[in-house]
């Protein structure tokens, strides 16, 4: 009988003791589960969002090890004062997690300027600030560090109506490849995640959004997707969890720029 991991488990290799970790997007979805899978893991998390209320719960799983922190990622005073707070406690920085993003569904003919405003202020322009004040303070501490971004199958190629979305990921992954190449000398390594479409309130969005459009008897978006990923489900949580966590971990010592799709087999690039 085949031995899978229980979701939920992280396995017990994965020792992140007395590593201090930033997490953006903490309040739900995949933020909330790679915020809580690195306390498991004995890190110091910092759970950053702007939902206050989704991560102060999500803090209640591992009371002493997790702490929330107000963050807006498009407001670069927002984001000084919360790292400058993970500073003054703990004079380090070890990992930062990106996971702060929004969808966007706008056909070429419908997209405004607000709508592609906020959503590259979010997926890409506060990706970009964040990782910048959080790798000086890498630097300051002297002890490399790891940064994982969520980018998206998007990014790989878009579908129709979100291209702005795409565009963003496509950012996402870039700006990981050229933030790998700049901070490589100083032992921090830059790493991706391209997932499918995953199982949270953000793809409850995405389906609704599709719906919209949706005419007559065609496949819906989550048949067309399915029927598009060789293992047949949709990715969860914890499946990007796990992949982060690899990234977050020295056992990851030698991977840097990449961009790890995790789509059931959709993508092969
Ligand atoms: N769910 C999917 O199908 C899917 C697929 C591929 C990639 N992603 C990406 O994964 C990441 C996490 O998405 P999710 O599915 O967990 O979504 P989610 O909606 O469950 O969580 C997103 C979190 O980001 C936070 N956030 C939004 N704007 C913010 C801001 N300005 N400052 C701080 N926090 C902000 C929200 O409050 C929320 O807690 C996103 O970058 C998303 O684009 C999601």
């Not at 591992?62 to 993970?86: E, G, I, N």
């Not at 390594?189 to 309130?201: K, W």
């Not at 065609?218 to 598009?228: F, R, S, V």
Request: proline letters at 3%; aromatic letters at 6%; a negative charge.
């Amino acid at each position: 009988m085949v031995q899978r991991a229980q979701a939920g488990t992280i396995g017990p290799r994965v020792d992140l003791g007395g590593r201090i970790a930033f997490v953006t997007g903490a309040a739900s979805g995949i933020g909330r589960q790679t915020a809580r899978d690195l306390a498991e893991a004995g890190a110091m998390v910092f759970a950053a969002d702007k939902a206050g209320r989704g991560c102060l719960e999500t803090c209640t799983s591992f009371p002493d090890r997790m702490s929330y922190l107000p963050c807006d990622v498009t407001k670069l005073s927002s984001v000084r004062t919360a790292l400058d707070a993970v500073w003054q406690e703990h004079g380090a920085l070890d990992i930062l997690v990106n996971c702060a993003g929004v969808y966007s569904m706008q056909q070429l003919m419908d997209i405004t300027e607000e709508e592609y405003d906020r959503v590259l202020a979010i997926n890409l322009k506060g990706l970009l600030f964040v990782s910048q004040i959080a790798a000086r303070y890498m630097l300051k501490a002297g002890r490399g560090g790891a940064i994982v971004n969520i980018a998206s199958a998007a990014g790989r190629k878009p579908s129709v109506g979100s291209m702005v979305y795409s565009a963003s990921k496509a950012g996402v992954i870039s700006l990981t490849q050229g933030m790998a190449q700049e901070l490589a000398a100083h032992e921090i390594r830059v790493n991706a995640i391209a997932p499918g479409a995953v199982e949270t309130p953000m793809w409850d969005a995405v389906k609704s959004a599709y719906g919209d459009v949706e005419t007559g008897n065609g496949p819906t978006i989550e048949t067309a997707l399915l029927g598009a990923t060789p293992l047949g489900r949709l990715c969860r949580p914890q499946d990007c969890a796990h992949a982060i966590l690899y990234l977050c971990t020295d056992q990851s010592a030698f991977v840097t720029g990449q961009t790890l799709n995790v789509d059931g087999g959709m993508y092969f690039n």
